[in-house]
């Protein structure tokens, strides 16, 4: 057994290639990012398991999807918002007959710390009807991974993974076992059980749910959902899911007696045992960092017997992240506050651009192009270049999901608003903004799309395109963009004027247009100047994995 | 023995590489640690934090509660005290002196040192200066260290030994230049 320091997501990526992944597939998006790049590291070094980028969420499930269709194993990482991107891929992908293991590890971000919603991935794996699994640390992280792949295969369905902001980016020790082979290449015995036509379909979908009990069954007895009963005290139960119960076990000391515990770190929910619970108390306090998933569960829609307490009472606020301070107040404890800042009114920080970020000249040209315009309309994406809403900026004026700046722009120019500009990032509009562009190239759309292309996916930390840059344009003519209307500008300080006077005839012209702000990301002029032999600091942990024995 | 170190600066700053150094150290000593990081949108500028909990037994919980962290180590004064209600009655703050100004309604830093000083246990540290004289300006977060060397529950040996490791490879000037760093800071804050 060897003892490594590794992140939750890290945690995630060695256990799936020590449960014999042959693929691994992802999307860069905060909190899941440093799997794949674990993943990458370690396919620089041991060659195996494959490992790369994809251009988006859906294409990297399908391209899993395919390794288990072929025998394999294969692992594919998102961000939660990510999940519903693939959700077309994934849930069909539960009534197929799953042959190799795959594994969906989803990192949700409860409190939005780097993300537009705070979705929770477990109703996804409800829906599809499939098993979840939610580790509460890294060493489960590994372990749950390990067993997900043998879950997977032996129930023949997709396993979702759901982890949170804080495993997924915190740092520990963790125990790892000895490696398995790669499964050989063995393609589905039975087309028919990957054919989703209707009559396959129904007698898929039947077949699904004809497993549920057994499903219901292995996780009523696993090991990761774990009830212990102390009949010493009937006025509280209390029910944690994944990293609830590290801030549960805390403050455990201070509770006095110990209420009966019911820990879930496996779905679909142990009914069982959480009516064995219930049987012993009189009320349950439920703890989960996301939504009210199990408790609402728990409270169905008649009144019980039982009082249930969560965030949809109000003893945890309905949104946010759970934290140690919430899982505090809500067991009664009194709140231990630090020192106070007096006399000084702290401003926030908010993120924002990079010092000498091209996406700022693209920004300045964009807003000196609309200036004098009676009304203009500024739909965007997400990026670094969201954080261009803020001032000194003030420059866009939406942000929903991936490629919606482009669509959205195509709605309102035909709703009659004009002028009408889309700002997009060469990686969103890779992942997402084609379709939506060849949508605005059918029907001529009056618009002017602005495409900040700084050759990177510069807000997860640089990662390469999934398409170089230089091929771009070539792929924005090749949708059927007028080369009139389709130009590539340098954004260099020097061109704001240029760029605007540029900008500002496209967005007069009536129909489509196209222009790119081409520009090198400073994260990565310093990475390259880094590799050549420059001093700078490493900013993150990343790559520091220490193995101690 | 429980020791919770909250580590505070700008993204960019390098407040990561600090607790990496820290946690490494406890490691070698045979501590247990847990390190929550935060990556992502607050990198670009932003307020960044991290906590680190170092025991001599299994730890729970990935973060430090309110009124619970042993020790503020902040980059940047505004950011250190940003997290002072996280700070135990009996914990430190330190802090490095200059200001990271990329806001427009930056405080008056005159006045945020005062309130950092009026604290029960506060030290502030020159480490630009320091850094400087220790022959690398990218040694800020080595002189940090140096300095929080006193309160942590770690040998300094060991310390150093984990900042060998971690900047070994990256040749014997910047290795030299990191270990002065360290110690300018330990003897700036004893
Ligand atoms: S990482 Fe790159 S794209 Fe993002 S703000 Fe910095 S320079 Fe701009």
Redo the contacts between chains.
Sequence with gaps: MTQR?L?GDESVALGAIHAGISAAYAYPG??S??IMEYLLRHQATHRRPHAAWCANEKTAYEEALGACFAGRRALVAMKHVGLNVAADAFVNSALVAVHGGLVVAVADDPGM??SQNEQDSRFYGDFARVLTLEPATQQEAYDMTREAFDLSEAFRVPVLLRLVT??A?????VATGAPRAENPIHKAPQRSTWILLPGNARRQWSELVARQPDLLAWSESCRWNHLALHSARRDLGVITSG?A???Y??LLPELGAAPSHLHVGAYPLPVERVRMLAAQVERVLVLEDGSPFIERQLRGLLPGRLSVAGRMSGEIPPTGEL???LV?AALGLD????????????????????QGCPHAHAYKALKQALEGLEASMVTADIG?YT?GAL?PFSAIESCVCMGASIGMAKGAAEAGFHPVVAVIGDSTFLHSGLTALMDAVAANANMTLLILDNQTVG???AQDPIVPSARLDAIVRGLGVDPDHCHVVDAHPRRVSQNAAILRREIEHRGLSVVIARRECKEVTRRKARAAGG???????AG?E?T?S | MNYGILFAGVGGQGVLSMAAIIGRAAMAEGLHAKQSEVHGMAQRGGAVQAHLRLSDGPIESDLIALGSADLILSLEPVEGLRYLRFLSRTGTLITAAAAFVNIPDYPDIEGVLQRIRGLPRAIVIESDRIAEQAGDLQTVNTVMVGAASHVLPLEPESLEAALTATFERKGEQVLRANLAAFRAGRAAAG
Aim: hydrophobic letters at 25%; a positive charge.
């Design positions: 320091i992140l905060t909190p990012t440093e710390h780097s804080r495993l980016h915190s740092r520990t020790t990293i119960r590290n801030y076990r805390e934290t140690p301070d505090r709140s231990r506050p630090g020192l106070a800042v007096e006399g000084v009114a702290l401003p926030n920080r908010p993120p924002q651009l990079c670094c954080l001032p807000m997860t930390g001093s700078e600091r490493a900013e993150t942990g520091t220490a101690i």
